[in-house]
């Protein structure tokens, strides 16, 4: 069994070296580490080049700077494996990260797109424990329903793992918004997306995050929205992930029951305000506590600010 763990670094040389040994520590110890870097201007390369001196299973790939998704991309694609972990700079894996996961997807079919992921526990710089479920306290509940995981990611990238049928079907990356939500929707389209109600990570949040916990809550949602009038920013969002879905459902065959679930929900600004109103109740399972959701969901219903979004679009 090969077991691909990937991680991209930016920049990264202040918390490199503890999420590496975390990786070293593991109970499983069976897997190859690859590490793209995607142009680090600091020492991020000396580092990983010193780790991969003192162990064979660490490799090295040098890259341009091409952003996290592309970065990911390429990794997923360097060479074939039976599963993918994806892989953080800054975060630190509990032991067992790997043997939990790999637990799991022993009881899934490998020939069907697959993707687990777990809870982690939000720290701050010093690993000290924020909140112990990153699920629970900050972004909602967890979800494997392809219905509530096109209307909002459920999955956090640095703890999920794919296998290699949901690898090959993520041919490139045009029109995805995030890796890890474009993977977790073609899994949840198979009907194979798994929860672990479990912590495997601990979820560094520290000033140079890109992407983390509490990052796009609804105070810097609102303040978006303002610079850029207060129903554009929601329509360009909206139309981003319809051309996701689009993505998704280009992955599935005519047999694929979830396809028509899709379809009808990309056709929905082609249809009277009524029928737009009874789809909306219908995948609205889940999750629907939180604003920005409730304010999707007004604008799908009413297209308040639609026609004038799509013509300065084509202006």
């Not at 982690?120 to 909602?140: F, R, Y």
């Not at 999920?160 to 045009?174: G, Q, R, V, Y």
């Not at 949602?221 to 998704?248: C, F, P, S």
Request: with cysteine.
């Amino acid at each position: 069994m090969q077991i691909n763990i990937l991680m991209s670094t930016y920049n990264g040389e202040k918390y490199l070296s503890q999420q590496i040994e975390s990786i070293i520590a593991q109970t499983e110890t069976k897997w190859r580490l690859i590490i793209r870097d995607d142009g680090s201007k600091d020492n991020t390369v000396s580092t990983i080049k010193q780790f991969a001196d003192q162990d064979k299973r660490i490799d090295f790939v040098q890259g341009e700077n091409v952003g996290v998704i592309n970065s990911f991309f390429q990794l997923v694609k360097h060479s074939k494996a039976d599963f993918y972990f994806f892989c953080d700079q800054d975060d630190v894996w509990l032991p067992n990260k790997l043997e939990i996961m790999l637990n799991v997807a022993m009881f899934c079919k490998e020939e069907v797109p697959l993707l687990v992921y777990s809870d982690l526990k939000v720290v701050d710089s010093s690993l000290n424990v924020l909140h112990q479920s990153m699920i629970d306290e900050i972004t909602g509940p967890a979800s494997t329903n392809l219905k509530e995981e096109m209307r909002r990611n459920c999955v956090t990238g640095c703890a999920s793992m794919i296998n290699n049928a949901l690898a090959e079907t993520w041919k490139d990356t045009d029109d995805i918004i995030m890796h890890d939500w474009y993977l977790a929707q073609v899994a949840a389209a198979h009907n194979n997306l798994v929860y672990i109600n479990e912590p495997t990570v601990l979820y560094r949040q520290h000033e140079n995050n890109v992407l983390g916990a509490g990052k796009g809550d609804l105070a810097s949602k609102l303040t978006a929205m303002k610079a850029d009038g207060y129903t554009n920013l929601a329509w360009q969002e909206i139309l981003k992930e319809q051309w996701q879905l689009h993505r998704v459902m280009g992955t599935l065959p005519e047999t694929n029951e979830n396809k028509k679930v899709i379809k009808t929900y990309l056709g929905i600004l082609h249809e009277v305000w009524i029928k737009r109103m009874f789809v909306m109740l219908r995948y609205q399972k889940g999750n629907t506590k939180k604003i920005y959701l409730i304010l999707r969901t007004f604008l799908l219903v009413t297209k308040i600010g639609y026609r004038k979004f799509i013509s300065q679009e084509n202006t």
